[in-house]
C-alpha cells in the first residue's frame, strides 16, 4: 500500500512534512496506510493542510501544542501518547510546538482499504472532525504495532499489514466519526444504499450523473432523495461528485503522465476551467500545483 512520501499543502506548494525520515514504511513491503517517523523540527509551522487525513502520534518527549483553526487558539499538552488528527483538505492556520518531538505521521488513503471497509472509510470522511489532539492510547497502540511491524521487516506478511489497518480505521471510525442524526431526520440511508450509491458514483465519475438517476437507484423520489442523502453524507450529491472527482485526479496525478485537461475529461468535468476551480475549492491549490508536488 505504501508508494509515496508525506506530504502537506502549505502555501500553494506540496512539499515532504520531514527532510530526511529516519523511518519510511515506502522503504518496506508494508501493506498498510503510508507513514513516516522521525524528529519533529520544533519550529512554527505557519498555515498548511493535508491532502489526505493525517494522524501524527507523539512517541516520546514532553511539552505543548498552540495551534490555531477557524480562528481559535487552542493549547494542548504533549506527551507519548498524544495523537493529533487532521482531516484532509482542513486548513490548520498555525502550530507552534514547544519543542521537537519524535513522532509517526500516518496517512489514510481511504481508497485503498474502501473493498475491504466501506462503511469505515465514508464515516471518516462525512463525519470525522475536522481537527482535533487526543490522548488515546488504544489509538496509540495501534500505531506503535505498524510501526513495530514495518521495523521487524513486516516479517508478519501482507494480511497482517491490512487486518491491523482494517482494525485501525474501524477504531478511529467508531471513535471519533460515530455519526449522530441531524435534528429532525427521522431516517438516513441505509448501510446497503450508502455502498450502492458510493459504488456507482466511483464507477460513473466521467459521466454526467443525475440527482434522478441517484434516486432511482434506490428507489425514492428525487427530492426525498436528496434530503436524506445530505443528512446521511452531510452534503449534497453534487458536492459528493465533485469530492470523489478531485480524489479521482489526484490518483491520476500520480499514477498516470496525462496532461491536466486529459485528466479533467477522464474525470467527467466538461472544461479545464471548471475542473480548475473545483481542485482548488477542495485542495487549496491547482492541478498544475498539486502535480509540481508529487
Excluded at 517517523?37 to 498548511?48: C, K, L, Y
Excluded at 493549547?75 to 487532521?86: C, E, K, L, M, R
Aim: charge should be positive; include cysteine.
Amino acid at each position: 500500500m505504501s508508494s509515496t512520501r508525506i506530504h502537506l499543502i502549505s502555501q500553494g506548494r506540496r512539499a515532504p512534512f520531514f527532510r530526511t525520515p529516519d523511518l519510511m514504511s515506502a522503504d518496506h513491503p508494508w501493506a498498510g496506510f503510508s507513514f513516516e517517523e522521525a524528529n519533529t523540527p520544533g519550529e512554527p509551522m505557519a498555515s498548511h493542510s493535508w491532502s489526505k487525513t493525517t494522524l501524527l502520534y507523539v512517541t516520546g518527549g514532553q511539552g505543548s501544542l498552540r495551534w490555531k483553526h477557524r480562528g481559535v487558539w487552542s493549547v494542548d499538552p504533549i506527551a507519548p501518547g498524544t495523537v493529533s488528527i487532521v482531516r484532509r483538505d482542513v486548513e490548520i492556520q498555525s502550530a507552534a510546538p514547544s519543542g521537537a518531538f519524535p513522532i509517526m505521521v500516518l496517512q489514510l488513503d481511504s481508497s485503498r482499504l474502501q473493498d475491504l471497509a466501506p462503511a469505515q472509510v465514508l464515516a471518516i470522511d462525512k463525519v470525522l472532525n475536522s481537527a482535533q489532539v487526543t490522548r488515546d492510547f488504544r489509538l496509540a497502540a495501534l500505531l506503535s504495532a505498524m510501526c513495530a511491524e514495518v521495523k521487524d521487516g513486516c516479517a508478519s506478511g501482507r494480511l497482517y499489514g491490512e487486518s491491523i489497518s482494517v482494525a485501525f480505521l474501524a477504531y478511529l471510525a467508531g471513535r471519533y466519526a460515530t455519526p449522530s442524526l441531524p435534528a429532525g431526520c427521522e431516517k438516513c440511508l441505509s448501510p446497503a444504499e450508502i455502498r450502492t450509491l458510493v459504488g456507482f458514483i466511483r464507477e460513473n465519475l466521467a459521466r454526467n450523473i443525475s440527482v434522478t438517476e441517484l434516486a432511482g437507484l434506490v428507489q425514492m423520489r428525487p427530492s426525498r432523495f436528496a434530503h436524506m442523502f445530505k443528512a446521511s453524507f452531510g452534503v449534497s450529491p453534487y458536492q459528493f461528485v465533485m469530492r470523489e472527482r478531485v480524489a479521482g485526479a489526484k490518483d491520476l496525478f500520480a499514477s498516470a503522465k496525462l496532461s491536466a485537461s486529459r485528466v479533467a475529461t477522464e474525470i467527467g468535468f466538461s472544461s479545464q476551467s471548471h475542473f480548475v476551480k473545483v481542485f482548488r475549492q477542495f485542495t487549496g491549490v491547482t492541478p498544475k500545483q498539486y502535480r509540481a508536488g508529487l
